[in-house]
């Protein structure tokens, strides 16, 4: 009894403190700090994040210090510490039912262009008996984002609490919803300034907002896709592979079994871009009838996962058993009930997924598509996917400043495949748009999205190019 007593005493003293020594710190000091170089300590870190979730920092601040950890970089240390301030600044997730171990998975990129892995690859691994409880983001940068893609079925709700996601991951077996006030908030904020200004493509801050999020998930076994390529946040391979490897170690301190596959993110991802389109071209995916690589990705991510946690003796093995529920209509059935138990319209979400109905009945249609031409012949060598996202974004399918609201029908639609031969004057893309005509600068960086060579290109069999674990 003294014991519990005295302890009891010391965490009160501690809590002081803490309480005592955080409230010495001023926000325009840590900036400066950071600003010169500085390495800012554990306290001064999960100090700042504290007052960013309280409204303690104002935006320009948050701004301000992205910009600073952006140009001068974070440690180790620091990104291990902002990590898990992040993670601490909500509620955590669990503890799961104990009859769930080793079946807490979850995937996540590091952002990409049509790259709608997760709205595939969720519902499958439910439908292997997974629970997937994926915290998943918006758009970033050029990147499109998973919540936005989602937020295009009528009705669906991407914020969720606690209880809520126990119970669809009880009932359903998955589900992909944001941060929010509750969960991982800290993320919530500095990924929407982020997003609007210039701080995106750093690794420390990367790191921190992905395994922050996952952490929060408390998981078994999580699979990073970390892509490098035109069309990557991080472009350059060699930084990929550090932030990989970084992700991977924060991921496995933490006591998540966790790996990363390195993936070429140089030409477009299936053949949709665009929040509404990836949908439509999710859900064939999810009939198996969806372009070869999107699906290997799918596979390959899946299949290293099914690993991980140790419900698969192979990657292969991990991947048939995913393909299977692709055959079968059994991840297509999840999804469904997924997308259900977020608030999607039953009836909508029925035709929606049902092979071969018409998705285009109960998913947003922009009001024009516009063929636009080759202007030479040869073989498609190469789709720049950075303009392909930055075109997108144009149109209205993603953010240019944190208050705008997405436009999810338009995009763009690939009518040709890399390698393929390409007559002048065919279409090798449809602009789906809901302004009456093409804005020039769309039209003019369109045209010189595409490649067209006389000789054929080296077709990649997989994205895939390597594993870190
Ligand atoms: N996805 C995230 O959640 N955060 C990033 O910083 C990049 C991709």
Request: net charge negative.
């Amino acid at each position: 009894k003294d014991l519990y007593r005295t302890r009891l005493i010391y965490t009160r003293v501690d809590y002081r403190i803490e309480t005592w020594q955080l409230t010495m710190f001023r926000i325009p000091d840590l900036l400066t700090k950071k600003r010169d170089g500085m390495a800012l300590t554990s306290e001064e870190i999960r100090y700042f994040v504290q007052e960013v979730v309280s409204g303690g920092v104002q935006e320009c601040q948050l701004g301000a210090m992205l910009m600073a950890i952006y140009l001068k970089g974070l440690t180790d240390e620091e990104t291990v510490c902002l990590t898990g301030a992040m993670k601490d600044s909500g509620d955590v997730l669990g503890p799961w039912p104990a009859e769930w171990e080793g079946k807490i998975v979850d995937k996540h990129s590091t952002g990409g262009v049509g790259d709608k892995i997760s709205l595939i690859l969720v519902p499958a691994l439910a439908a292997c008996g997974m629970k997937v409880p994926m915290v998943s983001g918006r758009g970033l940068g050029h990147t499109g984002g998973t919540l936005d893609k989602l937020e295009s079925i009528e009705g669906l709700s991407v914020a969720a609490s606690k209880n809520d996601i126990l119970r669809i991951l009880t009932n359903v077996g998955c589900c992909i919803v944001g941060q929010t006030d509750n969960l991982v908030p800290a993320d919530k904020e500095m990924y929407a300034i982020r997003d609007v200004t210039g701080t995106v493509d750093n690794m420390g801050l990367i790191a921190g907002s992905i395994i922050s999020k996952k952490a929060a998930e408390h998981l078994n076994a999580l699979v990073l896709d970390v892509k490098f390529g035109v069309g990557a946040v991080m472009v350059d391979e060699v930084k990929s592979r550090e932030l990989a490897k970084k992700m991977v170690d924060i991921g496995n301190g933490l006591g998540i079994k966790t790996a990363a596959l390195i993936t070429d993110m140089n030409n477009p991802i299936g053949k949709m871009i665009g929040n509404a389109l990836e949908v439509a071209e999710s859900v064939n995916c999810l009939f198996g009838n969806g372009p070869i690589e999107l699906e290997d990705l799918v596979l390959s991510l899946g299949g290293q996962l099914m690993l991980l946690s140790g419900n698969a003796s192979s990657v292969d093995e991990g991947r048939t058993k995913l393909k299977e529920t692709l055959s079968n209509g059994e991840a297509a059935k999840k999804f469904k009930e997924m997308i259900i138990a977020q608030g999607a319209d039953p009836e909508k979400a029925e035709i929606l997924c049902t092979k071969g109905a018409d998705v285009w009945s109960v998913l947003p249609e922009a009001k024009h598509v516009t063929s636009l031409k080759s202007k030479c012949s040869g073989y498609v060598y190469t789709i720049n996917s950075r303009t392909c996202a930055e075109c997108s974004l144009k149109l209205g399918a993603g953010r240019q400043a944190s208050t705008d609201k997405i436009n999810y029908a338009v995009g763009l639609e690939l009518c040709v495949d890399i390698g393929s031969s390409i007559k002048e004057g065919d279409t090798w893309i449809k602009v789906h748009h809901d302004c009456d005509v093409i804005p020039d600068d769309i039209m003019r960086l369109l045209s010189g999205a595409i490649n067209v060579q006389t000789s054929k290109p080296e077709i990649l069999l997989t994205r895939v190019k390597d594993t870190i674990s």
